[in-house]
């Protein structure tokens, strides 16, 4: 069961790093020390290094061919739906089909790994 949060915070850190990053100012390439100021950048990072760390904890608890594609996908389903929402980023048939075939394929994964397990 812990390794299901685990999974599924990482998923949540990610999604969250993705969407800050989304909202901070233009980042400056110029003077990469003026980013130090943008605390949107630097929460996103924290957000970005804390679903690292989750990952890596659920890596030590599942097979890595479970854990990347579920983890990743996760991040992209979520992204995905919270970006309409939040954004009003297009959410076209198309682009929902994709989101489902790819929330499906998490399904089938992970209950190829619940199965596994009884």
């Not at 739906?81 to 682009?95: D, K, M, Q, V, Y």
């Not at 992970?110 to 596994?116: A, D, M, R, V």
Request: glycine share 10%.
């Amino acid at each position: 069961m812990l390794k299901w949060v685990i999974v599924i915070a990482g998923v949540l850190f990610n999604a969250a790093a993705s969407m800050v990053a989304k909202t901070a100012p233009p980042i400056s390439l110029a003077a990469p020390l003026d980013n130090f100021g943008n605390w949107r950048l630097i929460l996103a990072v924290a957000l970005y290094g804390g679903a690292f760390l989750l990952y890596t904890a659920a890596l030590q608890q599942l097979p890595l061919n479970v854990a990347h594609p579920v983890s990743t996908a996760g991040a992209i389903v979520l992204v995905g739906l919270a970006s309409s929402l939040i954004f009003g980023e297009p959410f076209t048939p198309l682009r929902i089909g994709g989101y489902v075939l790819l929330f499906a394929g998490t399904c089938l994964l992970l209950l190829s790994e619940i199965g596994k397990a009884s």
